[in-house]
């Protein structure tokens, strides 16, 4: 068993993480160095993981009460920086003190995507955004979580876009700004739709993440083309 769970390990270590964005960079570090190595030992990489799923569910929950008052945004804004640091000090866990396993993975990645689909989605039920131009974003987190999981199987590379989870979460604390500002203002119809600050934020991160989703998944096929013609 113990030379199973050491052959894992080695496997999980060829996997190369590429980071393209330099904030991403730049925000992981500071975990690393600053949290990362003052962590109890109790706390392992799947405790990790779970606390980064309690705070996503607070961050949906406050979310959809913001339709009764601004103050649930305060909410918001902490269970994403909380769901931030946990899935990336997860990560970190599994490499440092060798706690990865495929089920931490999957836990991790099935968190990130659910917590991305329902939170655009409950900001859609509130009187600042519209659910059309919600429901434009919500998918866009879990297709190119499927693509990079492909790359992981297939390539052993994690590339994270250039657009990535620390730009997704900046980009909902940033519309957690706007709203109270400019609340159900509408600035324009489009298609019968109208617009709000906060739909015009979120269609332009929308329309910035289908491009980067479109660019990578048709990089990731190259390069797996690629690498079968090899073999």
């Given amino acids: 068993m113990e030379e199973e769970r050491n052959a894992h390990l080695e496997q999980q270590e060829k996997v190369e993480k590429i980071i393209m964005s330099p904030v991403e960079r730049a925000v992981a570090k500071l975990n690393h160095g600053l949290i990362g190595p003052r962590l109890p030992q109790w706390m392992t990489a799947m405790r990790m993981t779970g606390l980064g799923a309690l705070a996503s569910i607070f961050s949906i929950v406050c979310t959809v009460l913001l339709r009764f008052s601004y103050w649930w945004l305060v909410g918001t804004v902490l269970g ?3 769901h931030h640091i946990a899935d990336d000090l997860d990560g970190y ?3 440092e003190r060798k706690q990865g396993s495929d089920a931490g993975a999957f836990f991790d990645l099935m968190t990130d995507v659910v917590f ?3 939170l ?3 900001f859609g039920t509130t009187p600042y955004l519209h659910m059309e131009v919600c429901a434009f ?3 866009i987190y879990g297709v190119i979580n499927v693509a990079l999981m492909m790359s992981v199987i297939y390539l052993k590379q ?3 876009p250039l657009l990535g989870p620390i730009e997704a979460h900046l980009a909902y604390i940033t519309l957690c700004i706007v709203i109270p500002i400019f609340g159900e203002r509408t600035f324009f119809t489009l298609l019968g739709v109208p617009f709000t600050a906060g739909d015009i934020l ?3 991160g929308g329309m910035a993440m289908h491009i980067v989703t479109i660019y990578t998944l048709f990089d990731l096929f190259y390069k797996m083309k690629k690498n079968g013609e090899k073999v």
Avoid: D, E, V
């Fill in 137 to 139: 974003m919500a998918p």
């Fill in 93 to 95: 866990l599994a490499r």
């Fill in 116 to 118: 991305s689909t329902f």
């Fill in 158 to 160: 994690f590339p994270l």
């Fill in 120 to 122: 655009i989605l409950a």
């Fill in 80 to 82: 994403l920086i909380t």
């Fill in 202 to 204: 979120m269609g332009l």
